[in-house]
C-alpha cells in the first residue's frame, strides 16, 4: 500500500512483533493488549473462513453466540412480550452481568480483573469478533450488524449511571433561592461519547456504501498471474509482477477490478470515502489519545523507569539533544533511519521512559552544600538541564508520533489500560481505539483498490 504510507495520507502499517497477541479470550486478563490502529497483527486476524468467528477471539461463548443469532433473526418477526425472545435476553444478560461481577474470574476465587479493564476487554474482544475476520471493503453482514449494536448498546449503557454533582441555584415557590447539588452526565462523557456514536454510525454508512461495486475479491491462491475468469470480461489483476506495496499479506483476498479499470465515477467516490475515514480515524484518535493523557500513570512503570535517561536512549540519541543549540526532532528522526514499525514503536518506549525520567530528576530535592554559590549554580544548571531535556523528549515523541500514526500503544499507554479504575475512562478509550483501529482498516482496503486500478491502468497504456 504505497500511498497508504506516503506523507500526504499519514498511513501504512508493518506489524510489530512486540504487539502481537495470542488470542483475545474475556478469561485473559492480557486481552487489554490491543494493536493501536490494526487488528491485523492479533492472532484472530489471520486467515479463516469468512463467515466463522474465532472461539478465542469471541467475547462471549458459544451459547451467547447462538442466543444473538437467534434474536438477531427476530428482528423482523419479535411481537412485544413475546416471552420466547424475553427469555432469551434475559439469559444473556444474566451471563453478562455475571463475569462482570466476577471480574472475568470463573472459579469465583476473588482473583478477577477491575471492572474497569473487564469492559474494556469486552467491547476489544466484541470489535475483534464481528471485524477480525472483515477483510474486504463491502457492507458487513446484517446478523453481525445487529449484534455489534446490541452489544455496543448494552456496554455503553454503565455510562448512563456515571455522574457529576454540580452546585446549581434552585428558586422556591416563596421565592427564596437555595443551593442544591445535581447530578448531570461526566463532562468527559457527555462530550466524547456522542461522537464516538457517531464516528461509529459513519463508519458503518461507508461500509454500506460498497454494496454495489466494479470490484471484486479474489481470495490468495485461487487465482494465477494474469488470469481470465471463464465467462467473464474481467481480468485477475496480481500484484506480483508489478512493483510491491510494502507489505503482503498472504491472508487477504486479492481485489481485482474490470480489465479498463474502475470508472472515473468510481473512484471518485473511493477517494471521497477514503478522505471521510481518513478524517474518521484522526478523530478517533484524538480522543483515544486525550483519554490516555487523563489517566494516571501507575506506580509500577514509574518504579520501572531506568535510573539514567542518557542510559536509555542511548549516547548518540542523547548527544543530539544535548548538545544541538536549536533542538530539531525531525531532522534527529531523518538521521536515525527507522526501518520498521516495531524499530519506532521501541524508540517511542525508549524516549517517553527517558522523559519521565528527566521530569523526576527536575522534581527533586536539590542537594545541600556548604559552599551557597556553587550549589545554586550546579543545582540550576542541572535542574534546566533535566527540564530541556525532558521538553526535548517531549517534542520528539510528538514528532515520532506524527511521522507514524499507525504506531502500537506504548509501554506507558498498555500500563495505563490494565491499572486503570476508572470505568468511563476505560469505555471511552476502547471505543474510540475499535473505531480507530476499523477506520485505519477502511482506508487501507480502499488504497488496495486504488493500487490496483492504478497498476491496471498502466497495464493497458
Known amino acids: 500500500m504505497d500511498n497508504i504510507s506516503s506523507p500526504d ?7 510489530s512483533p512486540s504487539t502481537e497477541t495470542t488470542g483475545l479470550s474475556t478469561l485473559s486478563g492480557n486481552s487489554f493488549a490491543y494493536c493501536r490502529t490494526n487488528s491485523e497483527t492479533s492472532a484472530f486476524s489471520e486467515h479463516t473462513d469468512e463467515n466463522s468467528c474465532s472461539e478465542t477471539a469471541s467475547p462471549m461463548s458459544s451459547r451467547s453466540l447462538k442466543v444473538l443469532s437467534r434474536l438477531g433473526m427476530r428482528q423482523h418477526k419479535t411481537i412485544a412480550g413475546d416471552p420466547e425472545t424475553i427469555n432469551l435476553e434475559l439469559e444473556l444478560m444474566k451471563e453478562r452481568f455475571s463475569k462482570l461481577l466476577l471480574g472475568e474470574d470463573m472459579s469465583g476465587g476473588g482473583k478477577g480483573v477491575a471492572t474497569a479493564v473487564t469492559i474494556s476487554n469486552s467491547i476489544t474482544n466484541l470489535y475483534a469478533s464481528m471485524f477480525g475476520q472483515h477483510q474486504r471493503l ?3 453482514h446484517p446478523d453481525k450488524i445487529i449484534m455489534w449494536k446490541r452489544e455496543m448498546n448494552c456496554l455503553l449503557s454503565v455510562c448512563d449511571y456515571i455522574v457529576e454533582y454540580v452546585s446549581t441555584s434552585q428558586k422556591l415557590q416563596d421565592g427564596t433561592t437555595v443551593e442544591a447539588l445535581t447530578s448531570r452526565p461526566r463532562s468527559d462523557i457527555h462530550i466524547n461519547l456522542p461522537a464516538l456514536r457517531k464516528l461509529d454510525a459513519m463508519l458503518l454508512e461507508i461500509l454500506d456504501s460498497f454494496e454495489a461495486t466494479e470490484f471484486w ?3 490468495q491462491g485461487s487465482i494465477s498471474n494474469n488470469s481470465t475468469r471463464v465467462g467473464s470480461f474481467r481480468k485477475v489483476i496480481q500484484v506480483q509482477p ?3 506495496r510494502k507489505e503482503e499479506k498472504w491472508w487477504s483476498p486479492v481485489v481485482c477490478v474490470p480489465s479498463g479499470g474502475i470508472s472515473e465515477k468510481g473512484r471518485k467516490h473511493l477517494r471521497h470515502k ?5 478524517q474518521i480515524h484522526k478523530a478517533a484518535m484524538a480522543i483515544n489519545s486525550s483519554i490516555l493523557a487523563e489517566m494516571e500513570i501507575p506506580e509500577s512503570y514509574m518504579t520501572s523507569l531506568p535510573k539514567s535517561g542518557k542510559a536509555s536512549v542511548g ?3 542523547y548527544r543530539h539533544m544535548y548538545s544541538a543549540e536549536k533542538f530539531s526532532p525531525e531532522h534527529l528522526l531523518d538521521s536515525l533511519n527507522i526501518s520498521s514499525e516495531h524499530e519506532a514503536l521501541e524508540l517511542a518506549d525508549k524516549v517517553e521512559a527517558s522523559m519521565y525520567t528527566w521530569r523526576r530528576k527536575s522534581c527533586m530535592p536539590r542537594a545541600k552544600s556548604s559552599w551557597v554559590m556553587v550549589k545554586d549554580l550546579v543545582s540550576d544548571d542541572r535542574t534546566d538541564k533535566n527540564n530541556v531535556l525532558a521538553e526535548r523528549a517531549e517534542s520528539l515523541l510528538f514528532c515520532l508520533k506524527q511521522r507514524y500514526p499507525e504506531l502500537s500503544q506504548t509501554t506507558l499507554d498498555t500500563s495505563k489500560i490494565h491499572f486503570n479504575r476508572d470505568v468511563g475512562k476505560a469505555i471511552l478509550e476502547s ?10 482498516n477502511v482506508v487501507a482496503w480502499i488504497e488496495d483498490v486504488l493500487f490496483v486500478d492504478k497498476t491496471m491502468k498502466k497495464q493497458e497504456e
Open 138 to 140: 463491502e457492507p458487513l
Open 431 to 440: 471505543y474510540s481505539r475499535v473505531l480507530e483501529s476499523l477506520a485505519f
Open 315 to 317: 549516547d548518540s540519541i
Open 9 to 15: 495520507v499519514g498511513y501504512g502499517y508493518q506489524p
Open 274 to 278: 477514503r478522505d471521510c475515514a481518513n
Open 217 to 219: 475479491y479474489a481470495e
Open 242 to 244: 508489478q512493483p510491491q
